[in-house]
């Protein structure tokens, strides 16, 4: 199994957008290939702050999505004048150990 976590944090007070754009949004990467499923959180001591977690099948059923149209096609639901925190923006990559 393959992670994908994001951390960003909202510096412009959308966060409320945000959250209602998660919550609405298309779903098209469901029914990607390899894509198992997506979880957003907001820690309790920073609304302003969203983790997102996607779990994969692999990494290059990952990597095929985030280049896909449908990937750039998934953010069209971005609240328009979203500002992020760049100095609190990352991904990382996690591969689950199997025995």
């Given amino acids: 199994m393959f992670l994908a976590l994001s951390r960003f944090k909202v510096s412009n007070d959308m966060q ?5 754009a998660f919550l609405s949004r298309p779903h ?19 609304d302003a ?3 997102l977690l996607t779990r994969w099948t ?3 059923s990952f990597q095929n999505w985030h280049r896909s149209e449908a990937h ?3 953010h069209k639901g971005i609240p328009k004048g979203l500002k992020l925190d760049p100095k609190a923006t990352f991904v990382r990559y996690f ?4 025995d």
């Fill in 58 to 60: 692999d990494e290059d």
């Fill in 28 to 46: 098209l990467v469901d029914s990607t290939q390899g894509f198992i499923d997506m979880e957003v959180y907001r820690p309790h001591d920073d």
């Fill in 72 to 74: 750039h096609a998934s």
């Fill in 95 to 98: 591969t689950k150990l199997t």
């Fill in 16 to 20: 409320d957008e945000v959250a209602s």
């Fill in 49 to 51: 702050e969203f983790w």
